[in-house]
């Protein structure tokens, strides 16, 4: 074959390769990296003018406005830009399903009803195209989530730079999931056939109760004679290792939550929460977490508020609910700390909007000693933007940290962006 021929297809391999993105995990930190001459938030409240912050082996060392930098780190001016924890995505079904419109590609959920023993982690796409749109926004961290069903299993917390499952794994196995039925079919009218969806669903929601009861009682007893794995993955949560997480909106569905929580001695987040706020007083007595879901949603019931979504999170402020924000899907994710931007519009100040996507998230899902703010001792998992994070208009992330690691931002849209610029002489 003609020489050229042979360099030529190189190129197009070289070209194709870039073409469909591929992007390697960044390799360990090797030398202490000091960020200076910026604006802090911390992800706690604390905003610290023109400080610095320094990592080493991925954990955070220093932060403050008067820190000295290591003699062998490297420097890096910033020149005024913003530092932030790293936005942490609950609830999403990132990195298990790629197309919608492909089957294929979805690995989110199981046959049967209640799967305890389910785990997400071993399903988890760490190349998944869709992970690099979202750390283009800041999100560094994801809750991932199974669905399906009434107890569709174990979500794990990722970090989103990895080469498998077992690399990305941040926290495994840390949430049970109940999609509780809905009480009252909403815009299904009234009458018997709303009737008897309502009971029908009372029904399911015993049926889990009876399992849990059932799980409670099997695992109390000393010997077995053969194991029943389902039963047996309810282990954790009896022992307070996992928490419940409750998918429901309606005031009676998470008064039916609480019950869960207060009967079998376990700890339980609602998720959804949508009327959450009609009933915030009662959550925080139980100390209930709520993680508030599509925030940029229309309300519920017809007679709410239209942007009764956008004031929510300001109300469970406002009542010491610990809350936090999520984007149900997976692409949608990129969109979180936005949404958060749009709630600190609506009552909520702009760091604790920022600790609504952060600090509040960890606490939630049980990182919040690793992650969540920038404080020494934790994580390096931190994100640098030009403009204000939370507002979709000033946010360019110029670079990003997963564990002290500079990741690479690139993405599939913003390849085509540049492409296409080139096409048609745009600049």
Known sequence: MNKNIILLGLAMGLHSAYAQETISPAP??????????????VGNGQVIENGSIAFSQGKITAVGSNIAAAGDATVIDLKGQHVYPGIIAPETSLGLVEFESVRATIDLREVGEINPSVRSII??????????????????LAQITPQGGLVSGASSVVQLDAWNWEDAAYKTDNALHFFMPRLI????????ATNDRTKAALEQIEKVRTFFREANAWLKEG?????????ESMRRLFNKEQ?????????????????????????VVIVGGTDAWLIADILQKS??????????????????????????????????????????????????????????????SKEQALSAVTLNAARILGIDNIAG??????????????????????????????????????NKQKQLNVKYEQKYGLK
């Open 28 to 41: 360990a930190q090797q030398k202490p990296v000091y960020l200076t001459h910026a604006t802090i938030h």
């Open 123 to 140: 399903a988890y796409n760490a190349d998944s195209k869709v992970i690099n749109t979202l750390r283009s926004n800041g999100i560094l």
């Open 185 to 192: 079919p909403v815009g299904s009218g009234s009458g018997p």
């Open 223 to 231: 010997k077995h004679s053969a194991t029943n794995l389902k039963f």
């Open 243 to 267: 928490k419940l997480f409750i998918h429901c909106d309606l005031v009676k569905e998470m008064l039916l939550a609480i019950d869960f929580a207060k009967e079998f001695n376990i700890d």
């Open 287 to 348: 100390n209930i977490p709520v993680v508030l879901t599509q925030p940029h949603s229309l309300p519920l019931m017809q007679d709410d508020d239209v942007d009764q979504s956008y004031k929510t999170a300001a109300l469970l402020q406002k009542a010491g609910v610990l809350y936090c924000l999520s984007n149900e899907g997976f692409w949608q994710q990129r969109n979180l700390g936005f949404e958060a931007g749009t709630a600190a519009t609506y009552g909520l």
């Open 373 to 410: 703010s920038l404080e020494p001792g934790k994580d390096a998992n931190i994100a640098v933007s030009n403009g204000d994070m939370l507002d979709m208009k000033s946010s360019v992330i110029t670079q990003a940290f997963i564990q002290g690691r500079e990741i690479n931002l690139d």
